[in-house]
Structures are given as structure tokens and as C-alpha cells.
T-cell receptor, first 117, second 112 residues
Framework: DTGVSQNPRHKITKRGQNVTFRCDPISEHNRLYWYRQTLGQGPEFLTYFQNEAQLEKSRLLSDRFSAERPKGSFSTLEIQRTEQGDSAMYLC???????????????FGPGTRLTVT | TQLLEQSPQFLSIQEGENLTVYCNSSSVFSSLQWYRQEPGEGPVLLVTVVTGGEVKKLKRLTFQFGDARKDSSLHITAAQPGDTGLYLCAGARGGSNYKLTFGKGTLLTVNP
């Protein structure tokens, strides 16, 4: 079990540029989540996939953000026309759909730290 | 409005002391998870509690889920410097059971 991996670990970009992050979940996990964490805050939910289907997007996910999980395995999160307010830690988590609703255990990757200058 | 309130926000203690941190909400959760996060890293899952009144122990850590499934506590016995980190609680609610709502965390520092 290699855990959830995320690449890159750090990204510095200039305002207005596009960035893309990758998440590789734990291999047998069918659910994948993206969260964003800013300094002094807990992670905030952005979006969720069950297999390849994106089932929910938070209002935090503006139209500049897009996420995909094309084959139900890895996922990408793209931010277009980055703004300074996008600077944050972007976390990916995965889980195996539980027998009982609400009892999935989510395992997080190390995150991608984005800095927009 | 923060759905999950964690207290205290900061805690600095000496090695060997005991401590309790709290996670409170006015909402009912179908499950609650505790994570520990170190700077620059993702949260690491410590425990999941699902039954009201449930108590789980993980070595020197004791987790309790409130009877009404609205609150939880984490007690650490004989804290060690390696316990230093940000402790986050996160709840999954019945209607949207797949996403977690996090508190802001308790930043614990254990001094040698």
C-alpha cells in the first residue's frame, strides 16, 4: 500500500497562469476527493468522484477550476487564470465506499502547495 | 459559520502532562474522524468513531464520541514531543455522507 500520492508537492506560478495537479489514490479506492486548506483553517471540500463520475462540486469551485478522473483511477485538478487568492494547500483524499453510509475513512495525500505571485 | 468548533485553538504543554481537546457542533454526524497534521503534510487519519458514546483507544490517545453524535473529545496521556501537531476533527453528515466538514484544529506543542 503506497498511500495517496500527489504531484507536484510545490508549485509557484504567476497570476494568470494555468496550473494542473495530479492525485493518485490508493489503488482499490473508488472514491476520490479534493480539498483546499488555507493557513489557520481546516481543509474545505471542493469536489468528489465516485469512480469516474464527478458527483458534487462545492461553491468554492469557481468556473476557473476543473477536475477530472478519466478512468476512475488518478485525478487532475486544473486551475485556469490563477489568482493570488488561489494560494493554498490542495489536498487529495481517497476512500473505499463503506458498507454503511457516512463511515468511509478518507486517507489524504501529502498535498500540493500552490503559491500564486 | 464554523460547523465544527475545536477548542482550545492552541495548546502548549510539557512532556508527561495529560491533555484533552474538544470538537463540538450543533449538528449530528453519522461519523467523526480525527486526524493529525504536521506542517507541509496532509492529515493522517487517527481514528473514526461512528456510534454515540463510543470510546476508542490508540495507545496513549483516547477518543470519545458524544451520546448524541454532536461532539467528540481526544485525550492524550503522558504527552510526548512526538505528539506535537495540528489535531483536526472532521464529521460526515447523513445527507452528504461522503464529504468531510473539518474544524480549524487544535495546534498542540509538547515541549521536552
Amino acid at each position: 500500500d503506497t498511500g495517496v500520492s500527489q504531484n507536484p508537492r510545490h508549485k509557484i506560478t504567476k497570476r494568470g497562469q494555468n496550473v494542473t495537479f495530479r492525485c493518485d489514490p490508493i489503488s482499490e479506492h473508488n472514491r476520490l476527493y479534493w480539498y483546499r486548506q488555507t493557513l489557520g483553517q481546516g481543509p474545505e471540500f471542493l469536489t468528489y468522484f465516485q469512480n469516474e463520475a464527478q458527483l458534487e462540486k462545492s461553491r468554492l469551485l469557481s468556473d476557473r477550476f476543473s477536475a477530472e478522473r478519466p478512468k476512475g483511477s488518478f485525478s487532475t485538478l486544473e486551475i485556469q487564470r490563477t489568482e493570488q487568492g488561489d494560494s493554498a494547500m490542495y489536498l487529495c483524499a481517497s476512500s473505499l465506499e463503506g458498507f454503511v453510509q457516512g463511515q468511509d475513512e478518507q486517507y489524504f495525500g501529502p498535498g500540493t502547495r500552490l503559491t500564486v505571485t | 459559520t464554523q460547523l465544527l468548533e475545536q477548542s482550545p485553538q492552541f495548546l502548549s504543554i510539557q512532556e508527561g502532562e495529560n491533555l484533552t481537546v474538544y470538537c463540538n457542533s450543533s449538528s449530528v454526524f453519522s461519523s467523526l474522524q480525527w486526524y493529525r497534521q504536521e506542517p507541509g503534510e496532509g492529515p493522517v487519519l487517527l481514528v473514526t468513531v461512528v456510534t454515540g458514546g463510543e470510546v476508542k483507544k490508540l495507545k496513549r490517545l483516547t477518543f470519545q464520541f458524544g451520546d448524541a453524535r454532536k461532539d467528540s473529545s481526544l485525550h492524550i496521556t503522558a504527552a510526548q514531543p512526538g505528539d506535537t501537531g495540528l489535531y483536526l476533527c472532521a464529521g460526515a453528515r447523513g445527507g452528504s455522507n461522503y464529504k468531510l466538514t473539518f474544524g480549524k484544529g487544535t495546534l498542540l506543542t509538547v515541549n521536552p
